[in-house]
């Protein structure tokens, strides 16, 4: 047998955070080291971050990448490192990573495929790397070989798929396997999104039985640049099973997955395919560097970790945004989160999520090493709830249109997850701003003719407060708006959009509710249910800026919200004509009468035509799945149009035809 310990490592990068991300990368050797590691594949863009966007056309981001390479290489001595950084050949940036054994760079292979969907814009910032190219690429003095390659380094052979190589069909997988390599190293920096891990499991699995060789696939964690969370889910797969995986949404920064791969039996199963072998070294480059790997021992049987979120989207929504939450408040350098507390869902959500952010996180770090890395003074913190109240403020602030159920509401659920909670009264100043508006105007404003104008300033006027409480305290004021608020512009710029981060703002209303109802029962496993939110739950969503009399609703306002979000999707997400979506309503709500359904349809693109200047302006959100909203990562619509006037008229048409 040939034993070999092979490993790939999870890190929390940040972008352009030079001493941070070597300090990460040198802690992920030394575990390795630890562990008698011979080959260690860390994520793609390791070293600057992935999330640099347009500081990678900056030289100095290339110069500081390479410094920080050089300046690793003395500790790679007797081990094998895969290191991602970015550089430049002949006027075009290249996504790379650096193969270095034993103190040496033996090579660099670019990303062929680039990631240029949705959230990513690789294409952007460097070129795709031509097949089947190789060139011996001169820097500093010295010369490398960098292209289409296979490493073959104290007699194994390993080859590189960088992230978006391996969702592609013509991979290059397929020509690593004819050649025989040993190992298929994947260096990747692969988003969050619900379900997705499962995916890319299948991928990493199906690599390994069809190439019939081990693959190391590497990932980064935590919420690195803002609005992208990653899962970690670091995995090693050998002829067809998983012998490996590491933990997914973690807190802590460097996470190594290792495990034992005997090369001989894995080359001998090989060697049963019905690949036919390439017999010349000369069909792709074969780089040598002779270097002798630390042995291995077989390792007893282990179990593959018991995932709670494998298979469930609450659990997943709930430790996704926590800990992208944790990352955003310790990277921004703020001190503690402010939320105007209206009562309703959306606000109770947010409060909820800064709760289990807290309370996952001392989980698995602890209570004191929470405190440090979230920047709280020593000895202040000494449970979780305590931990809670230093860093969450929840602002309750009534008008005349406010009832004793929201405030009520909103004090429970402030007292249950263990936060601050304070009172402002904004009526005076609603009254004020009104008093003024109408001594210009000369008339008074009144609900029958100023409706949304006097439901506005009612939100608008509350901004302010919380914005100065936040500066006050060096905190960050969160948003409390959700997807399907975004969809139609059901939210007041300025007023309950204000803040600098949305973080609910990537989930849609029928899925938030139905998840606050599964809290109030259950909850995230290690954090439990939280029956106060009983008091949000049993309530109709609600605005409350009407006068009581109105008993206003959301759903009212606009349409139910599971017919809300279906339309979206059918309209948004697949890109269907308004006639289109209104036979797919049709289809799945025939309960519902074809005035009514042809109503709400004009209704959503009406309102999603005129509200894209809304999104433009949303705080930044979460990543949270493919179908995202987010102009800035997903999903790109013009500020002006044509409102679908021509399609709509159509849908009108087409109803009336059928009815006659």
């Given at each position: 047998?040939?034993l070999?310990?092979?490993?790939?490592?999870?890190?929390?990068?940040?972008?352009?955070?030079?001493?941070?991300?070597?300090?990460?990368?040198?802690?992920?050797?030394?575990l390795?080291?630890?562990?008698?590691?011979?080959v260690?594949?860390?994520?793609?863009?390791?070293?600057?971050?992935?999330?640099?966007e347009?500081?990678?056309?900056?030289?100095?981001?290339?110069?500081?990448?390479?410094r920080v390479?050089?300046?690793?290489?003395?500790?790679?001595?007797?081990?094998?490192?895969?290191?991602?950084?970015?550089?430049?050949?002949?006027?075009?940036?290249?996504?790379?990573?650096?193969?270095?054994?034993?103190?040496?760079?033996?090579?660099?292979?670019?990303?062929?495929?680039?990631?240029?969907?949705?959230i990513?814009?690789?294409?952007?910032?460097?070129?795709?790397?031509?097949?089947?190219?190789?060139?011996?690429?001169?820097?500093?003095?010295?010369?490398?070989?960098?292209?289409?390659?296979?490493?073959?380094?104290g007699?194994?052979?390993?080859?590189?798929?960088?992230?978006?190589?391996?969702?592609?069909?013509?991979?290059?997988?397929?020509?690593?396997?004819?050649?025989?390599?040993?190992?298929?190293?994947?260096?990747?920096?692969?988003?969050?999104?619900?379900?997705?891990?499962?995916?890319?499991?299948?991928?990493?699995?199906n690599?390994?039985?069809?190439?019939?060789?081990?693959?190391?696939?590497?990932?980064?964690?935590?919420?690195?640049?803002?609005?992208?969370?990653?899962?970690?889910?670091?995995?090693?797969?050998?002829?067809?099973?998983?012998?490996?995986?590491?933990?997914?949404?973690?807190?802590?920064?460097?996470?190594?997955?290792?495990a034992?791969?005997?090369?001989?039996?894995?080359?001998m199963?090989?060697?049963?395919?019905?690949y036919?072998?390439?017999?010349d070294d000369?069909?792709?480059?074969?780089?040598?560097?002779?270097?002798?790997?630390?042995?291995?021992?077989?390792?007893?049987?282990?179990?593959?970790?018991?995932?709670?979120?494998?298979?469930?989207?609450?659990?997943?929504?709930?430790?996704?945004?926590?800990?992208?939450?944790?990352?955003?408040?310790?990277?921004?350098?703020?001190?503690?989160?402010?939320?105007?507390?209206?009562?309703?869902?959306?606000?109770?959500?947010?409060a909820?999520?800064?709760?289990?952010?807290?309370?996952?996180?001392?989980?698995?770090?602890?209570?004191?090493?929470?405190?440090?890395?979230?920047?709280?003074?020593?000895?202040?913190?000494?449970?979780?709830r305590?931990?809670?109240?230093?860093?969450?403020?929840?602002?309750?602030?009534?008008?005349a249109?406010?009832?004793?159920?929201?405030?009520?509401?909103?004090?429970a659920?402030?007292?249950?997850?263990?936060?601050?909670?304070?009172?402002?009264?904004?009526?005076?100043?609603?009254?004020?701003?009104?008093?003024?508006?109408?001594?210009?105007?000369?008339?008074?404003?009144?609900?029958?003719?100023?409706d949304?104008?006097?439901?506005?300033?009612?939100?608008?006027?509350?901004?302010?407060?919380?914005?100065?409480?936040?500066n006050?305290?060096?905190?960050?004021?969160?948003a409390?708006?959700?997807?399907?608020?975004?969809?139609?512009?059901?939210?007041?710029?300025?007023?309950?959009?204000?803040?600098?981060?949305?973080?609910?703002?990537?989930i849609?209303?029928?899925?938030?509710?139905?998840?606050?109802r599964?809290?109030?029962?259950?909850?995230?496993?290690?954090?439990?249910?939280?029956?106060?939110?009983?008091?949000?739950?049993?309530?109709?969503?609600?605005?409350?800026?009407?006068?009581?009399?109105a008993?206003?609703?959301?759903?009212?306002?606009l349409?139910?919200?599971?017919?809300?979000?279906?339309?979206?999707?059918?309209?948004?997400?697949?890109?269907?004509?308004?006639?289109?979506?209104?036979?797919?309503?049709?289809?799945r709500?025939?309960?519902?009468?074809?005035?009514?359904?042809?109503?709400?349809?004009?209704?959503?693109?009406?309102?999603?035509?005129?509200?894209?200047?809304?999104?433009?302006?949303?705080a930044p959100?979460?990543?949270?799945?493919?179908?995202?909203?987010?102009?800035?990562?997903?999903?790109?619509?013009?500020?002006?149009?044509g409102?679908f006037?021509?399609?709509?008229?159509?849908?009108?048409a087409?109803?009336?035809?059928?009815?006659?």
């Amino acid at each position: 047998m040939h034993l070999v310990r092979v490993a790939a490592a999870a890190l929390n990068q940040t972008p352009l955070d030079w001493d941070g991300n070597q300090a990460r990368i040198l802690e992920a050797i030394r575990l390795a080291r630890q562990q008698g590691v011979a080959v260690l594949v860390l994520p793609e863009l390791c070293i600057p971050g992935y999330g640099c966007e347009d500081a990678f056309f900056g030289r100095g981001t290339i110069l500081e990448s390479w410094r920080v390479l050089q300046e690793l290489l003395p500790e790679t001595q007797g081990i094998v490192v895969a290191l991602g950084l970015p550089i430049m050949h002949r006027a075009a940036n290249y996504n790379a990573v650096c193969l270095v054994a034993d103190g040496h760079i033996v090579g660099l292979v670019g990303k062929r495929f680039l990631a240029g969907d949705g959230i990513h814009y690789e294409p952007r910032w460097f070129k795709g790397w031509p097949a089947g190219k190789f060139v011996q690429w001169e820097h500093d003095g010295h010369s490398y070989p960098l292209g289409d390659q296979i490493f073959e380094v104290g007699g194994l052979r390993i080859g590189f798929e960088i992230c978006e190589d391996a969702w592609v069909p013509n991979r290059p997988g397929v020509e690593l396997a004819s050649q025989g390599v040993d190992f298929i190293c994947n260096p990747s920096a692969s988003h969050f999104a619900f379900g997705k891990h499962e995916v890319r499991k299948q991928i990493v699995l199906n690599a390994s039985r069809s190439f019939r060789a081990t693959y190391v696939y590497s990932n980064f964690i935590g919420n690195e640049s803002g609005r992208v969370i990653y899962d970690g889910e670091c995995m090693i797969a050998s002829i067809g099973h998983l012998i490996a995986e590491g933990p997914r949404l973690g807190y802590d920064d460097v996470y190594l997955t290792s495990a034992v791969v005997d090369v001989d039996l894995a080359r001998m199963l090989h060697a049963r395919t019905t690949y036919a072998p390439t017999v010349d070294d000369n069909v792709r480059r074969i780089t040598r560097f002779d270097m002798k790997l630390p042995g291995a021992d077989l390792p007893p049987h282990t179990v593959d970790p018991d995932d709670e979120l494998r298979n469930d989207k609450r659990e997943e929504f709930s430790r996704a945004v926590a800990l992208g939450l944790f990352d955003y408040l310790r990277k921004s350098r703020s001190r503690g989160f402010v939320v105007s507390l209206s009562g309703g869902a959306d606000s109770a959500a947010v409060a909820y999520l800064v709760h289990v952010m807290v309370m996952l996180a001392v989980q698995e770090l602890g209570v004191e090493a929470t405190c440090a890395r979230l920047g709280l003074p020593e000895g202040v913190c000494t449970t979780p709830r305590a931990i809670v109240r230093s860093l969450l403020t929840c602002v309750y602030q009534s008008t005349a249109n406010s009832s004793d159920t929201t405030r009520n509401a909103a004090a429970a659920v402030a007292e249950a997850v263990g936060a601050e909670f304070i009172e402002f009264d904004v009526d005076p100043l609603v009254r004020t701003y009104v008093s003024n508006v109408e001594a210009a105007i000369g008339r008074e404003l009144s609900w029958q003719r100023d409706d949304i104008a006097l439901q506005n300033i009612q939100a608008r006027a509350r901004a302010p407060g919380v914005w100065l409480l936040a500066n006050l305290r060096g905190a960050l004021l969160l948003a409390t708006s959700n997807r399907s608020e975004a969809a139609v512009g059901y939210a007041t710029m300025d007023g309950d959009t204000c803040g600098g981060l949305s973080p609910i703002a990537g989930i849609d209303k029928a899925f938030l509710r139905e998840w606050l109802r599964w809290v109030e029962a259950e909850g995230p496993a290690g954090v439990g249910p939280m029956p106060a939110l009983r008091a949000v739950n049993v309530q109709a969503p609600t605005a409350e800026l009407r006068p009581s009399g109105a008993h206003q609703t959301d759903e009212g306002d606009l349409m139910p919200y599971p017919i809300l979000d279906a339309i979206e999707r059918a309209a948004i997400r697949d890109k269907l004509a308004p006639k289109e979506v209104y036979r797919v309503l049709a289809s799945r709500f025939p309960q519902r009468s074809r005035d009514q359904l042809l109503l709400w349809v004009k209704r959503f693109f009406r309102l999603w035509s005129q509200n894209q200047w809304k999104r433009e302006r949303y705080a930044p959100s979460f990543h949270l799945d493919d179908e995202n909203l987010d102009p800035k990562t997903w999903c790109r619509f013009p500020i002006l149009s044509g409102g679908f006037a021509h399609e709509l008229a159509e849908l009108e048409a087409f109803v009336k035809h059928d009815d006659d």
